[in-house]
């Protein structure tokens, strides 16, 4: 079952029986249906999740209701409120599921344990951590200097598959635009 | 001269004088006035930046030749276009000195080497890392979902002395919104 988590970290670094052993005792696993929640904006207890099969949704709800997506989260992504998560305060976002999942999470102890025990699985976070930091700054920059129809190329390029597993309005919000300006444009 | 370098890393993590020495080693200092760049979009070789004194900006250059700001970067903080960095790809970014300062530089295979000579400085990474994430998190969702007022409250919240260090035009930009409407908001 964590064979997949396996294969993810050793892309980075390689890992012996026993270290995968040892890493694997401090997640859990769960199986979640569409429509569950796994983090509800105002949680006091958050983990921090690996995506195994099916897609996830992290979104913030404003004081008018209006729904906001960070980001969708399929098969190897990590996701969680990193903002909750770290500095166990409240969660601002919710996280739930667009697909039936297959999640395993860590708490923070877990993880700085896992950290302080093994220090090659620094070095994995670390470059997940580089490589997530950059995938942000693109996404700034893109909502700073982009036009809506830009930014929903660069949507169709940078996820490809994505487009027929989330419906146009969470694609509307992901973007930035109104659903009648993505209607516009995918027609 | 590197001892604000020092102080920063050991609120992370404490540090032998030598192993500051060792890490030391890996650096370069670099005095730079008003104006002149550190990174240039289109640059092959690019440095990570930790700044002591003064203070930069990270922008980039669109095709209109209009500038969209990603942020500005003072005392202890850590900037690149990490893009081109980690990737060894062209600048897309540009860095430079909005005032005179002093920079700490270091090039990837240095810090690779470091990482690998002394894995504490991967924690001390991995935790500036996680801020600096938590930090683009907040941007998106500001981006996406706050009104220009809201969002020119939050900056003076989150950095009250830029405000009397970065003209207003840099600032709109690094907002999102227009110089229009940012002199309505702050007038």
């Given at each position: 079952m964590y064979t997949r988590l396996r294969e993810h970290i050793e892309k980075v670094v390689p890992l012996t029986d026993e270290e995968f052993a040892f890493i694997s005792k401090h997640f859990n696993y769960r199986k979640v249906k569409k429509h569950q929640y796994l983090i509800q904006e105002g949680d006091t207890t958050v983990y921090s999740y690996f995506v195994m099969t099916g897609l996830l949704k992290l979104s913030h709800t404003d004081a008018n209701d209006k729904e906001h997506v960070l980001h969708f989260a399929t098969e190897d992504w990590w996701v969680s409120d990193y903002q909750s998560y770290f500095?166990?305060?409240?969660?601002t976002m919710s996280l739930d599921c667009l697909e039936d999942a297959e999640v395993l999470y860590i708490s923070l102890e877990d993880d700085q344990q896992l950290h302080a025990a093994l220090p090659k699985i620094e070095h994995f976070f670390l470059r997940k951590s580089h490589l997530s930091y950059i995938a942000s700054q693109q996404r700034i920059l893109s909502l700073l200097s982009t036009s809506a129809k830009e930014r929903y190329e660069q949507f169709l390029r940078q996820y490809p598959t994505l487009l027929q597993r989330v419906n146009k309005t969470l694609i509307a919000s992901y973007l930035g635009v109104s659903r009648e300006t993505l209607s516009r444009l995918s027609s």
């Open positions: 500095h166990k305060t409240k969660a």
